[in-house]
């Protein structure tokens, strides 16, 4: 089996989604997306630069407990 492009991916998954929830749900569910805004690459590197993986894995456990 070959891989697939984009395109016919992308097809097959509007079907499947159209098959799952029907096609007004399906396109409901299309316009939840919201593609935010910025530039996350970069947001990333200003506010993470000076952290390293332990301190930031300690600020997703407190995190987690908070919730």
Partial sequence: MGSKTI???????????????????????????????????????KYLKKMTVKQIGKEILELQKSL
């Fill in 7 to 45: 395109a016919k991916i992308q097809s097959e998954g509007y079907d499947a989604l159209v098959n799952a929830l029907g096609p007004e749900d399906a396109i409901r569910f299309i316009r939840s997306f919201d593609p935010g805004s910025g530039d996350y690459t970069k947001d990333r590197k």
